[in-house]
């Protein structure tokens, strides 16, 4: 970690550099790998930001001015957020590291036009988007400016929303450290933002929203964008909203940024042809496949090309509960506005206006916050509020965002709410459709008749529908789909999140602590699953995720990491850190955590999974009780499944991705061969089939975990070849239970068929 540079290069990042270039730098790095169009950067690391806060001796004095601090004491909330920025910015970057980030902004060009933006260390994660938390600081051109935007970015980490955001999230002030992004900006004529999935249910709709000018003015929800939805099931757009975009952001000069009117001629005009909904669809689809889980996405577009220029997770998906109907209103109450609904539920306030930001202040817990737009500062008001009402600003706005990241009912892009409405009214909104009432409207009882006639029947399927989970802040939703287990529970993101390997615990001598995190995470997961399987996969990360985190400075630099020093190979070469692991195991099973089992990854051979079994029972582990089985996800193993069988597994999983890469020899994120990766390859597919056979003759279950086993067609596929389980991605249970359901009953009238057609030639 102490040996990690100033600066690095966009080509150089990758999603496990998280702890040296924060979320966005690392989202950025990871697309760029997989050939989205990324306009260049460089990143001023985290590790610089930790050597300029301790070479000037700025670190004691500015975290003994947080400490103690009541955050919901705004007085002294501001007052201590601008005595750590001012201290920020009152001493110099340090000579050479300010040489080190001129030099970087000379390479891409002496007078280019960047962006420089915030990229903390805790932002951007599955769990918390942080949005908007840091400054980003837009048109900047020049050496000096750059250094200057880059120290103004690291104080904004001791910003009042960002200290206020981190507390209400558990984060500790001294535990995020901040990277800055500095990227050639795109002029963009049209921007905006897209969600890969349906931000609220999960479904495959992209959501794209867009406006003129740079995309600030939708994310800041300045402008009520167009919004776009395609249906990524039937290929084609499904809805369309042309809105009257009435303000767009264009740079000023030779630093910052103005907020213009839009000409009469473009207010109305369509923003985006039928081409490029599809291109942003497909792009977003491409992330979402490769990060495996929906992505929030901003985007721009210059003539003929486009621009990715942001990428993070959506954390605003709710879990459904399937036929529950929406609520009805009954009562007097009557319609008095209308706008886009962008957080569903439905709440009643007094409606308190917010013109500026010192006016949050008088927002009381249960109002209706009512504002043209919502940013960041008004956090800590839009916490207290039952519901928020925005004149302008779409679904991918801030307010939206953050609505839904609270569970808060909103309504966006009502034009005149502010005018309309007045101080201490009483309103109800509808955060589904996108209404407000006048006064109070209850929901109507639903009778058990219209229940009955509603409600839907749940899906049962003889295939054991599973659920891919890799955080415990997601094990509620998970559970809540009504899967049937887990079928890869991924421990990487527990320890990535910790911030320093396996190695440098077992070095610190801090191995309980370790063992503790690992477990207690794994528990939250298990407790949402009692009773049902649940497959932990063990460690796999590949050198590179490793070598930026504490205690990874001796990791080893690959060529291809994926091919490396990886899942199985490197337990057993290091057992001190493979028994980290089993330890924590091993308390859940003594806790009767019977329904744990431990899934080995990257096997190519049985003699490893025998090694590691015998390495459990040297630990203690009773082998012969506890539920061991395999990842299949090297073509080897597919082949040699009947010595897996005979070693001893009670289940295989296969890992598509890997499985596909290593069949074909085609790197997927490898922009000159991607095309050449093909899920269902015949190679692949007979891997497949004949490693299913094997099983289900052996009585050993088979499953799927990959992303093809969150595809519909490739469950349907799976389901005929006689698979017995499938783990699929949360967003994706409802479709593949469908597929698999649909699937099983069409083969059980061909049997019926075939049987009677029999019947019918004996009788004759």
């Known amino acids: 970690m102490k040996d990690a540079p100033n600066i690095l290069w966009l080509e150089e990042i990758r999603k496990g550099d998280l702890p040296s270039v924060g979320g966005k730098g690392a989202s950025l790095g990871e697309m760029a790998s997989i050939g989205l169009p990324v306009p260049q950067a460089y990143v001023v690391t985290a590790q610089a930001f930790r050597r300029f806060l301790v070479d000037t001796g700025l670190e004691d004095s500015l975290y003994s001015i947080l400490e103690g601090l009541d955050v919901d004491d705004n007085t002294a909330l501001e007052a201590a957020a601008s005595k750590a920025k001012d201290l920020i910015m009152s001493v110099p970057i340090p000579d050479g590291m300010a040489a080190e980030i001129r030099s970087a902004y000379d390479r891409i060009g002496k007078d280019t036009v960047v962006a420089v933006r915030s990229s903390a260390t805790a932002e951007d994660l599955p769990d ?392 207690d995470g794994i528990k939250i997961i298990l407790d949402a699953f009692p009773g049902k399987p649940v497959w932990v996969r063990t460690l796999d990360a590949p050198t590179d995720e490793f070598r930026n985190m504490e205690g990874g400075e001796d990791e080893p630099v690959e060529h291809n990491p994926m091919l490396g020093w990886r899942g199985i190979r490197r337990d057993l070469s290091t057992p001190e850190q493979f028994r980290l692991q089993i330890e924590a195991f091993k308390r859940l099973w003594k806790e009767g955590y019977e329904n744990l089992g431990l899934m080995f990854p990257l096997v190519s051979h049985p003699r490893e999974f025998i090694q590691a079994k015998a390495l459990l029972r040297d630990w203690g582990v009773d082998v012969d009780v506890v539920t061991l089985g395999i990842m299949v996800e090297v073509p080897s193993s597919a082949i040699m499944i009947d010595d897996f069988i005979k070693a001893g597994i009670k289940f295989a999983s296969f890992g598509t991705n890997d499985l596909i890469q290593y069949t074909l020899a085609v790197d997927r994120n490898n922009e000159h061969v991607a095309s050449m990766y093909e899920p269902t390859h015949p190679a692949v597919l007979k891997l497949i089939d004949y490693a299913i056979g094997r099983c289900r003759a052996a009585g050993v279950e088979c499953s799927i975990c990959g992303q093809a086993g969150s595809d519909p067609k490739m469950v349907s596929w799976l389901v005929e070849h006689g698979i017995l389980s499938v783990s699929a991605n949360i967003d994706a249970i409802a479709k593949i239970r469908e597929a698999a359901a649909r699937t099983e009953q069409r083969m059980i009238l061909n049997m019926a068929y075939s049987k009677g057609s029999n019947e019918g030639e004996r009788l004759f």
Not at 217 to 227: E, I, L, Q, R
Not at 252 to 267: F, H
Request: proline share 4%; hydrophobic share 40%; net charge negative.
């Open 128 to 519: 918390a988007s942080f949005a908007g938390q840091q400054e980003t600081f837009l048109n900047i051109q020049g050496g000096d400016d750059v250094i200057e935007a880059v120290q103004m970015c690291w104080a904004s980490l001791y910003g009042a929303r960002a200290v206020y955001y981190r507390s209400k999230q558990g984060f500790d002030d001294r535990s995020v450290n901040i990277a800055v992004v500095v990227q050639e900006l795109i002029f963009s004529e049209k921007a905006g933002v897209l969600f890969t999935s349906h931000p609220v249910t999960g479904e495959p709709l992209t959501i794209i929203e867009g406006s003129w000018g740079l995309g600030e003015a939708v994310v800041s929800g300045s402008v009520s964008p167009d919004n776009y939805v395609f249906d990524q099931r039937k290929q084609r757009v499904v809805d369309r909203i042309i809105a009257s975009k009435e303000t767009e952001i264009i740079p000023d000069g030779r630093k910052g940024t103005i907020e213009v009117a839009v000409p009469d001629e473009r207010k109305n005009a369509v923003v985006l042809s039928e081409a490029e909904i599809g291109r942003l669809a497909a792009l977003g689809k491409l992330s979402e496949d490769h990060y495996d889980t929906p992505q929030d996405i901003e985007w721009g577009i210059v003539g003929d090309d486009l621009y990715i220029l942001q990428s993070r997770p959506v954390t605003t998906i709710k879990a459904q509960t399937g036929g529950k109907p929406k609520e009805s209103f009954t009562g007097s109450g009557s319609i008095i506005l209308e706008g886009q609904g962008a957080s569903p539920g439905i709440a009643t306030g007094r409606v308190a206006i917010i013109k500026h930001i010192k006016d949050q202040g008088s927002v009381k817990e249960g109002d209706i916050l009512v504002a043209k737009m919502t940013n960041p500062d008004m956090v800590p008001a839009m916490r207290r509020v039952s519901g928020i009402i925005t004149d302008e600003g779409g679904m991918t706005c801030h307010a939206a965002i953050v609505s839904r990241e609270l569970g808060t009912p909103a309504v966006v892009g009502t034009k005149k709410a502010t005018s309309l409405l007045k101080d201490g009214q009483i309103v109800t909104i509808d955060g589904d459709r996108g209404i407000i009432y006048e006064g109070e409207v209850k929901a109507a009882e639903e009778t058990p008749a219209a229940s009955a006639q509603t409600a839907a029947a749940p899906l049962i399927t003889s295939t054991l529908i599973k659920v891919n989970v890799s955080l415990p802040e997601a094990a509620q939703r998970a559970a809540a789909t009504g899967a049937d287990g887990v079928g890869l529970l991924r421990i990487e993101h527990l320890i990535l999140g910790m911030n320093k390997t396996p190695q440098w615990f077992i070095t610190h001598q801090k191995e309980d602590e370790f063992i503790s995190e690992l477990y």
